[in-house]
Structure formats: structure tokens, C-alpha cells
């Protein structure tokens, strides 16, 4: 019987067929049990008219090995073509991106030599839904969306990938003092979770500020967890400041369905050249070794390729001579790197550290169930409708009075504007835009508001000539309210 790991293997566009090539050639040299299905992605794909880059019989490897190594592709610019990466994210729930963001100093320079962090990113929630609304001339409104679930998800991957990959310290990142309910939740599943967890240290920093502390003293971090937005720009900071972008993996895990890749892209630029560095990629794949069960052949590999750059085999990127103050000391291509790192298989590095993934779960790391929720009591306690408006509050608080009836059981509460009270004692400096929101509370606080009495209330608003924009229900969940005040109320 075969103890091969089928995966599918795309070889991509610009430099993708040079470093795959490379990549390839040093996980069968360090005994990777792979059987490789190749399948086709990218440009030529696009211009063969599939708007995603991927054809449907692509998917038939995909959903077998359910394991993708992807080298990068081009994104034709213009003409309605639909980003693969996102395609591929969305239809196979890859809920966490993770990318370790490590310093190689002196080899590769960098102010912060003792960096060695990783991101693990949420991958489908967030702001990345894309819900996003025009609701007046003057003001656009983007959703976003945290969910139990996801959070859960995350960061419980996030609490056991730093156990797996012996790591010590996890931090969350949120920004729950604004957003309250959202950042909040996420916040209250960190602690929740982290609970479980007490050999890993554990901090929670706001992340304008965590964000800060990444560039300017990386090494205080191990791990974070964060939520989509804000993971996305760590990364990219966190990237930039080891000194070393294009020496970046990453990978994209599902609950059974993982993608591997370098960071960076194509390179048009430098394609066919043979000049490209296969880092990336080959770091990439080093995290798919681990995630399938083979850590021990990813440590080799790992450790080769550390002793190769810590031997000053360095690519044209990275590769800086003695006289430009750097410590390199041959200058080579795509080709005769992966040969170097191919000849270091067995070697450890002697002053990088030396990678050990033994700590890491046969067959990956594997989730359990989420955990059930104690039903909470809702009841719809108000509403809150979006109208266009060109006058004052106050006007429009007087009006309101006559859409409001005894039998509606609700009351206006407050008028907003871009979040902030403008009425009752609104400030006459407060600039407002032509969308508003008001607030209708239970006139009978011990009733339940009921659907039919908000319609009746939109209903007479319509009859009165108002516009509106949006409307969302207000409930409390076990008398707790699940909806935040205006600013200002
Ligand atoms: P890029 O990362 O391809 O290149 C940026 C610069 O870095 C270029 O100068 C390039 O020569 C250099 N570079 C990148 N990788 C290198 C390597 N391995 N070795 C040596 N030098 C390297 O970014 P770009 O130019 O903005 O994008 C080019 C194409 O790649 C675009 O079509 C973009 O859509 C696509 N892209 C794809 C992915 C992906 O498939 N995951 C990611 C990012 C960009």
C-alpha cells in the first residue's frame, strides 16, 4: 500500500515554472512521500475565458487530494477576471492564513535580527465579505461580520499551532475598545478558549498599537491571532520588516482543505530568467510537510535551506558582497540554489536556529467540534430605520410624531448621524450627512416589540413621504442588549 500523500501541484505563471521546479526537486531529493497531480491555473486559464482562473475539471484533483501546493499566477488586469486566491479561499473554507515571518540576520539584513514571529490570520469573515451598500448620495456603508463560530475556529488554531510548532506566547489583536460587539467577541473567545490552554502565554493589545510594537520591536512577539482586515496588514508589515518579502511562505488551512505558496507573486519582471529565488515557495511547501504529517522531512528541508543561506548561497535578491557590507558569498540562480540546499539535506544550520517540528500532530493538526452554545433568551426590544433626509433632527423628530402611534408600542429614542447622537440635545456642531438613523425603543419596556408594529410604524413613515435606507432589528439576548449606543448617547 502506498504511504504517498496525494497532493495537487500547480505550476503557475512568470517565475511559478522555475520555482516549482526547484521546490519540487528538493522535497523528492529530501524523500517527501508525495504522489504530485499537476493541474493548470492562472493566465492562460483566464484568457481561455474562465473569469476565476480555474477550470471545473481543476477541481476534480482538488477535491480528491484536498492538498495544494500553488505556485503564483497573473492576474490579468481589467476585463471582469475574479482572483483566484479569493475563489479558491471562499468555495474551500480556508478559514486561517498563517505566515511565519522570520529575521535571517546577518544573511539577510534587517534592524531586527531576533524576529520570529507568525500571523495567524481569519481568512472569510470580517470586512472581506464585500457586503457593501451606497445608501444615499452622500454616504456608502461596508458590513462587517464576526461570527461564534469563526472566531472559535481561529483561535482555537491559532492556540494549537503555537502548541504543535512549540512556540510559547499567543497574542490577540483587536480592536474591541471601539468596536464592542464585533473586536469584543473576538476578544471574549480568545480569553474563553485561552482558558484551556494555560501552558501558552497569552496578552491581548489593541491592535493600532500591537501593530506599532510589530514594526518597531518585532521580537517581543510568538504568535498572533487576529481577525481578516487587520491581519492582512500585519502580515505585510510584519513582512516587510524582516528585511526579506520575497523570503515569505504562507499557507491557507481549512477544516479539510489546506493551500501552500510563497507570499510574493509572479514576477513578471524576471521570468524565464532563471535568476528567481525559490524561497518562498519552498518555505510554502515546508508548512504543507508539516500540515500533512511529514514535519520530520520539513525540519530537513527547513535546515538545508537555513545552512545554505547562512552559507551565503544567495539568489540576486537577497545577495549582498562583502564590499556593499553585506556576508554573501556566491551569487547564484533558481537552479543551483535548490542544488546547494539539495546538497545541505542532513546539515543543520550553525548559528540560524535549528527548525524541529517533531512536536507536531501526525496528520496535522485537527480541530475538535465547536463547542455548543447555551440557547439565549431574544426578544426584539426595538428597531433602528435608515431614511434619506435633507432637514434637522429636530424637524425630523417632530415629524415623527405623526407616524407614531399608542398601538406601534415604540418610542424614537435617539437620531443619529455617521454613529453620533444628533438628537434629543444633539450639538449644532456635529456635521451631518443626508443618511440618518433612528432609534425606536419599546414604548412598554415588558412587551416584546413585534414585527407587525415596526411595519405599521414603516408603513405610516411611508405614507408621511420618507426614504428609506435601511432598517435592523434591535434584541436583547438574555436581557443583554446586542446593539451599541450612538456616540454621544
Ligand atoms: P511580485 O511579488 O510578483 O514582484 C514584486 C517584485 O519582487 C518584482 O520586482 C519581482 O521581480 C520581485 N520578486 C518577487 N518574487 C521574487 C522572487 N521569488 N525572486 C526574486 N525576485 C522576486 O509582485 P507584482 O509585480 O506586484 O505582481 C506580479 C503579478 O503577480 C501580478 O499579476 C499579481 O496579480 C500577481 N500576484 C500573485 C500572487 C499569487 O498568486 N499568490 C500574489 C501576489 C501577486
Redo the contacts with the bound molecule.
Keep these: 500500500m502506498s504511504t504517498k500523500t496525494p497532493i495537487t501541484v500547480a505550476r503557475?505563471?512568470?517565475?511559478?515554472p522555475e520555482?516549482m521546479d526547484a521546490t519540487l526537486k528538493i522535497l523528492d531529493a529530501a524523500g517527501a512521500q508525495l504522489d504530485i497531480e499537476e493541474i493548470e491555473i492562472?493566465e492562460a486559464v483566464y484568457k481561455s475565458g474562465v473569469a476565476n482562473g480555474i477550470a471545473d475539471s481543476s477541481w476534480d484533483s482538488l477535491n480528491r487530494t484536498k492538498i495544494f501546493l500553488?505556485?503564483?499566477?497573473?492576474?490579468?488586469?481589467g476585463g471582469g477576471f475574479k482572483s483566484?486566491?479569493v475563489t479558491i479561499r471562499k468555495q474551500c473554507s480556508l478559514f486561517a492564513n498563517v505566515r511565519p515571518c522570520v529575521a535571517y540576520a546577518p544573511y539577510v539584513e534587517t534592524h531586527h535580527p531576533e524576529m520570529d514571529l507568525v500571523i495567524v490570520r481569519e481568512n472569510e469573515e470580517d470586512l472581506y465579505g464585500g457586503i457593501e451598500y451606497r445608501q444615499s448620495q452622500d454616504v456608502t456603508a461596508a458590513l462587517k461580520i464576526i461570527t461564534r463560530p469563526g472566531c472559535e475556529r481561529i483561535v482555537r488554531y491559532a492556540f494549537e499551532y503555537t502548541r504543535a510548532n512549540g512556540r510559547k506566547k499567543l497574542t490577540c489583536m483587536t480592536k474591541d475598545n471601539i468596536m464592542k460587539i464585533t473586536d469584543g467577541l473576538f476578544h471574549n473567545i480568545f480569553d474563553e478558549i485561552g482558558a484551556e490552554y494555560k501552558d501558552i502565554e497569552q496578552e491581548h493589545m489593541i491592535v493600532d498599537i500591537g501593530t506599532a510594537k510589530v514594526a518597531a520591536h518585532p521580537e517581543m512577539f510568538d504568535v498572533i491571532v487576529t481577525l481578516n482586515l487587520y491581519g492582512d496588514i500585519i502580515s505585510d508589515v510584519a513582512a516587510e520588516v524582516t528585511g526579506s518579502?520575497?523570503l515569505g511562505g504562507s499557507s491557507n488551512i481549512g477544516s479539510d482543505f489546506a493551500m501552500f505558496?510563497?507570499?510574493?507573486?509572479?514576477?513578471?519582471?524576471?521570468a524565464g530568467q532563471g535568476?528567481?529565488?525559490?524561497?518562498?515557495?519552498v518555505l510554502g511547501a515546508i508548512q504543507m510537510l508539516v500540515h500533512i504529517g511529514q514535519g520530520d522531512v520539513g525540519a530537513k528541508v527547513h535546515n538545508a535551506w537555513l545552512k545554505t543561506i547562512e552559507d551565503g548561497i544567495h539568489?540576486?535578491?537577497i545577495y549582498r558582497s562583502k564590499e556593499d557590507g553585506g556576508v554573501s558569498k556566491e551569487k547564484v540562480g533558481t537552479a543551483d540554489f535548490s542544488a546547494a540546499v539539495i546538497e545541505r539535506l542532513g546539515q543543520t544550520p550553525s548559528t540560524l536556529k535549528t527548525v524541529d517540528y517533531s512536536s507536531a500532530p501526525p496528520g496535522g493538526i485537527k480541530l475538535p467540534e465547536l463547542k455548543s452554545q447555551p440557547e439565549r433568551t431574544k426578544v426584539r426590544v426595538g428597531v433602528d430605520i435608515g431614511i434619506n433626509w435633507g432637514g434637522t433632527a429636530d424637524e425630523l423628530a417632530g415629524l415623527m410624531s405623526d407616524c407614531l402611534l399608542p398601538e406601534h408600542n415604540l418610542k424614537l429614542q435617539m437620531i443619529s448621524n455617521r454613529g453620533t447622537k444628533v438628537w434629543p440635545d444633539g450639538k449644532p456642531g456635529t456635521f451631518c450627512a443626508d443618511n440618518w438613523r433612528l432609534r425606536f425603543m419599546a414604548e412598554n419596556d415588558k412587551e416584546e416589540v413585534k414585527t407587525s408594529q415596526v411595519l405599521a410604524l414603516m408603513n405610516n413613515m411611508n405614507e408621511a413621504g420618507f426614504n428609506f435606507t435601511k432598517s435592523v432589528m434591535l434584541h436583547n439576548f438574555d436581557g443583554e442588549p446586542g446593539f451599541t449606543v450612538a456616540q454621544g448617547e
Design positions: 503557475g505563471d512568470g517565475i511559478g520555482i492562472g500553488k505556485a503564483p499566477i497573473t492576474t490579468p488586469q483566484l486566491n518579502v520575497g505558496e510563497a507570499v510574493h507573486g509572479s514576477a513578471p519582471d524576471i535568476i528567481a529565488n525559490p524561497s518562498g515557495l539568489t540576486g535578491d
